[in-house]
């Protein structure tokens, strides 16, 4: 089970970053995907899910109407399209995977990116 992120980097305020997160090794299209992030200082925190079959979004207040999550199940990857990126979005991402079956919960975490948000 591999989960890898990519995409990270630094970049402006106010600038675009669109972070990717590959998975092998497990049924992709049947796991919940979600991105977390990790400040300074910070507790790791949810920044965006995706359910499985659905599709269904949801986001942190602090990122609703800024960044977007998607997933193609074909290529089994899932997505995080940041805009209007501020020095509060600095942290490492990491990209979750977690399903549910026969009672017992499979739950797999990325090595991380680094997004920096910097003049």
């Known amino acids: 089970v591999e989960l890898v992120e990519s995409g990270g980097g630094l970049v402006q305020p106010g600038g675009s970053l669109r972070l990717s997160c590959a998975a092998s090794?497990?049924?992709?299209?049947?796991?919940?995907m979600k991105w977390y992030r990790q400040g300074p200082g910070k507790e790791r925190e949810l920044v965006a899910g995706?359910?499985?079959?659905?599709?269904?979004?949801n986001y942190a207040d602090s990122v609703k109407g800024r960044f977007t999550i998607s997933r193609d199940n074909a290529k089994k990857t899932v997505y995080l399209q940041m805009n209007s990126l501020n020095p509060e979005d600095t942290a490492v991402y990491y990209c979750?995977?977690?399903?549910?079956?026969?009672?017992?919960?499979?739950?797999?975490w990325g090595q991380g990116t680094q997004v920096t948000v910097s003049s």
């Open positions: 995706i359910t499985s079959a659905a599709g269904i979004r």
């Open positions: 090794g497990f049924t992709f299209s049947s796991f919940a």
């Open positions: 979750n995977a977690r399903s549910t079956w026969t009672g017992r919960v499979y739950d797999y």
